[in-house]
């Protein structure tokens, strides 16, 4: 009699929590990416049925912005940093979100794809305005620049995370573009995206002498 009943607990499934989805999540999108976060494809690796995981979420979006979420709080040590002035906010911002990116391709994929309203990341967009604010930028400027920072680098890692091939072939008849090449092959590395990113900030915000704060 013992031993049916211990076949029978045996036999339900495993009881989970909501940051078990997530630490399940994350490690489906560290290995295949967002394609590879679904429902079915965390329940699976959980041993649940894919109908247990909505008691803890509403579906594959959120699940999406789970991974995002517990990314971001990760890179930000729990908390997002404070700053002394708009051009520290808006570098140091520009600085933590490339790093991420490069280091989790899923949550840049997850940008691109929709808006994702974690609230780690909402509470750093705040913290930079914040500091623009304070530098006496009105709420168009702030956000416009803030917007522009943030689509730069998007865009920038989008491009220095794709594969480079220059083909010599394809530069004859450019004799300018020839002596060239192999800056060509270089044109999205991090010391392009020093000068680029200080361009930005350089244009739109007074030369600020504050440091970030831990």
Do not use: C, W
Request: charged letters at 20%; proline letters at 6%; aromatic letters at 4%.
């Amino acid at each position: 009699m013992g031993s049916t009943r211990s076949a029978a607990r045996q036999g339900r499934p495993p009881k989970i929590r909501r940051q078990d989805v997530v630490d399940a999540a994350v490690a489906l999108a560290g290995e295949g990416g967002l394609a590879a976060v679904t429902i079915r494809a965390v329940a699976a690796r959980l041993g649940v049925a894919p109908m247990t995981l909505y008691g803890h979420v509403a579906n594959a979006d959120e699940l999406v912005d789970l991974v995002v979420g517990a990314t971001i709080a990760v890179a930000v040590g729990g908390r997002p940093r404070r700053h002394r002035d708009g051009r520290s906010a808006l570098l140091g911002f520009a600085h933590g979100l490339r790093d991420m990116l490069l280091e989790h391709p899923a949550v840049l994929e997850a940008y691109r794809r929709r808006p994702v309203q974690d609230p780690t990341g909402l509470a750093i967009a705040a913290g930079v305005l914040s500091a623009l604010d304070a530098d006496g930028l009105d709420q168009d400027a702030a956000v416009g620049i803030y917007a522009t920072v943030y689509a730069f680098v998007i865009g920038f890692v989008s491009l220095e995370t794709r594969p480079v091939d220059i083909d010599p072939a394809a530069l004859e008849g450019h004799p300018t573009l020839q002596p060239l090449s192999g800056r060509l092959a270089r044109l999205f590395d991090r010391a392009a995206f020093d000068r680029g990113l200080a361009a930005l900030v350089d244009a739109a915000t007074p030369p600020g002498t504050g440091e970030e704060q831990g």
